[in-house]
């Protein structure tokens, strides 16, 4: 039980890394948002992960 203990936190130290990867990436696409329709489009992907990314880590709170 440990060990699924360990590897359940190991996993979500690295989704909260991704998110915090993501959210810099969105932030940039956002503050870049006149450079084109490609960055605008960019940040709508990365928000839509970043929204998966959170749900994941909830699911994976009331695991444990």
Do not use: H, P, W
Request: charged content about 35%.
């Amino acid at each position: 039980m440990e060990k699924i203990l360990e590897k359940v936190t190991s996993i979500e130290e690295k989704i909260m890394l991704s998110i915090d990867l993501l959210e810099i990436a969105k932030k940039y696409c956002e503050s870049n948002f006149d450079k084109g329709n490609e960055i605008v489009s960019v940040g709508s992907l990365l928000g839509v992960v970043l929204k998966e990314q959170r749900e994941i880590v909830d699911n994976v709170d009331n695991i444990i």
